[in-house]
């Protein structure tokens, strides 16, 4: 398992960016694809984006293609979400999570590939 903690939400307009953090302690980081999810007040959560264990591959929500980044750094154990261009639609509280080892794109989409998940950081986007 992997402890995280998510940082960086806030309250931005929209049309504005925000960079989301996520610090991982115990089992190795790197060991893990990690993901990033949202969940909106009385919505499911829903995938957001990941990438794999070495930051090579990556995969986003068409809701937010060419407008967040996802990236890591695994020599600080960390990883990051940029949001840019923000909607109000993309408020919501994020989450960081970690887990699996294979790289399988269709997967990384589903919160049951992930054991290791943060506690979530507040994301709110005034029009």
Same mark, same amino acid.
């Given at each position: 398992?992997?402890?995280?903690? /998510?940082?960086? *939400?806030?309250?931005?307009?929209?049309?504005?960016?925000?960079?989301l953090?996520?610090?991982?302690? *115990?089992?190795? $980081?790197?060991?893990?694809?990690?993901?990033?999810?949202?969940?909106?007040?009385?919505? /499911?959560? /829903? $995938?957001?984006?990941?990438?794999?264990?070495?930051?090579?591959? +990556?995969?986003?929500?068409?809701?937010?293609?060419?407008?967040?980044?996802?990236?890591?750094?695994?020599?600080?154990? +960390?990883?990051?979400?940029?949001?840019?261009?923000?909607?109000?639609e993309?408020?919501?509280?994020?989450?960081?999570?970690?887990?699996?080892?294979?790289?399988?794109v269709?997967r990384?989409?589903?919160?049951? /590939?992930?054991?290791?998940? *943060?506690?979530?950081?507040?994301? +709110?986007?005034?029009?």
């Amino acid at each position: 398992q992997v402890q995280l903690v /998510e940082s960086g *939400g806030g309250l931005v307009q929209a049309g504005g960016s925000l960079r989301l953090s996520c610090a991982a302690s *115990g089992r190795t $980081f790197s060991m893990y694809n990690m993901g990033w999810f949202r969940q909106a007040p009385g919505a /499911e959560r /829903e $995938f957001v984006a990941a990438i794999s264990r070495s930051g090579l591959n +990556t995969n986003y929500a068409d809701s937010v293609k060419g407008r967040f980044t996802i990236s890591r750094d695994n020599a600080k154990n +960390t990883g990051s979400l940029q949001m840019s261009s923000l909607k109000p639609e993309d408020a919501a509280i994020y989450y960081c999570a970690a887990g699996s080892r294979a790289w399988i794109v269709a997967r990384t989409a589903l919160s049951n /590939e992930y054991h290791s998940w *943060g506690q979530g950081t507040q994301v +709110t986007v005034s029009s």
